[in-house]
């Protein structure tokens, strides 16, 4: 049954999530970048002119996934360069979310600030379910970025996930290291897969292996999340994450924003109501209805955060 969940949670993506409408205001298609071992989109605003600029990873759809391409469009449309990077799952990547070096996150991070038309003194980052994981480690160790914005998020590192067999390594390296990483609460009875997290977040020693140092980081933190969530417990992983930068006294603003009829589902730009599946529940948690609500009250916050974060009133 654990190989089953494992497989089930590499498929359970945020690309099974409901096509958000394309953005209308990117004048310029996005550039595929192959250079250097990366593999990402880059995409432009039409506006001309240094632009602030963000990070964007995807979640474990791996690759270059249609909900991650639909984010970094709608954020190119606000006025952002967006690097949307792939991270294993393209051609020439690993092909399992496990033991992937954060320098893939890092590297990226430092062409982007050097590239033209960039402002490399304002840059942040957004990921969504691992991504977002992968973004909070990545902005517990950068202190360059100004704000970090996570979508349905994890307060720990997870082990990898593999649709061929059972994980028992960090999803994430350093110095070709593991990261450490909370084992899943596997109890030996099959309860589904958001019990693997929950079961393991419930025992505090089992939870503190892997809980991401976020006090460390020296950005704005956003996070989203869906209080039905049925892929892990996103919300009370963001309050722990909170409570967290609260017990450190944490001087960068924090947000959480929870939605009580959304799931894993609940971030991203509004989502286009004829794309939405007959019925009233989301395949990850909520509700139709409570994740396009979610969607539509929470992106327009995020734009704001990532507007005062990158966007000092001098430069509007």
């Given at each position: 049954?654990?190989?089953?969940?494992?497989?089930?949670?590499?498929?359970?993506?945020?690309?099974?999530?409901?096509?958000?409408?394309?953005?209308?205001?990117?004048?310029?298609?996005?550039?595929?970048?192959?250079?250097?071992?990366?593999?990402?989109?880059?995409?432009?605003?039409?506006?001309?002119g240094r632009a602030p600029a963000i990070l964007l990873l995807g979640g474990s759809e791996g690759g270059l996934g249609k909900a991650a391409a639909n984010?970094?469009?709608?954020?190119?449309?606000h006025g952002y360069?967006?690097?949307?990077?792939?991270?294993?799952?393209?051609?020439?990547?690993?092909?399992?979310?496990?033991?992937?070096?954060?320098?893939?996150?890092?590297r990226a991070l430092d062409w982007l600030k050097a590239q033209p038309g960039v402002a490399g003194d304002r840059i942040g980052i957004v990921?969504?379910?691992?991504?977002?994981?992968?973004?909070?480690?990545?902005?517990?160790?950068?202190?360059?970025l100004k704000?970090?914005?996570?979508?349905?998020?994890?307060?720990?590192?997870?082990?990898?996930?593999?649709?061929?067999g059972i994980v028992t390594e960090s999803s994430w390296t350093e110095g070709a290291k593991p990261v450490p990483f909370t084992p899943y609460g596997w109890t030996g009875e099959w309860r589904g897969i958001h019990a693997l997290y929950a079961d393991a977040l419930a025992d505090p020693a089992k939870a503190s292996l892997?809980?991401?140092?976020?006090?460390?980081?020296?950005?704005?933190?956003?996070?989203?999340?869906?209080?039905?969530?049925?892929?892990?417990?996103?919300?009370?992983?963001?309050r722990a994450v909170e409570t967290r930068l609260q017990a450190a006294n944490y001087r960068y603003p924090v947000t959480v924003l929870a939605y009580p009829d959304a799931g894993?589902?609940?971030?991203?730009?509004?989502?286009?109501?004829?794309?939405?599946?007959?019925?009233?529940?989301?395949?990850?948690?909520?509700?139709?209805?409570?994740?396009?609500?979610?969607?539509?009250?929470?992106?327009?916050k995020v734009l704001a955060a990532l507007d005062a974060a990158l966007t000092p009133a001098t430069v509007r």
């Open positions: 049954m654990l190989l089953t969940a494992l497989a089930l949670a590499a498929v359970l993506a945020p690309d099974a999530a409901p096509t958000s409408t394309p953005a209308s205001a990117v004048a310029i298609a996005p550039q595929h970048i192959r250079e250097g071992g990366m593999i990402a989109d880059l995409y432009r605003p039409a506006r001309a984010q970094a469009a709608a954020l190119a449309a360069v967006v690097l949307q990077l792939s991270y294993f799952g393209s051609p020439g990547q690993p092909a399992a979310l496990k033991s992937i070096p954060i320098e893939t996150f890092t990921g969504t379910s691992k991504g977002a994981e992968a973004a909070l480690l990545v902005a517990s160790r950068r202190t360059d704000i970090a914005v996570l979508g349905v998020p994890s307060s720990v590192v997870w082990p990898g996930i593999d649709r061929d892997g809980a991401i140092p976020a006090e460390r980081a020296r950005a704005a933190i956003v996070m989203v999340c869906g209080e039905a969530d049925g892929l892990w417990p996103s919300c009370p992983m963001a894993h589902a609940a971030f991203g730009p509004p989502v286009d109501p004829a794309t939405q599946p007959a019925g009233t529940a989301a395949p990850l948690g909520g509700s139709v209805a409570g994740n396009r609500a979610a969607r539509i009250d929470g992106w327009p």
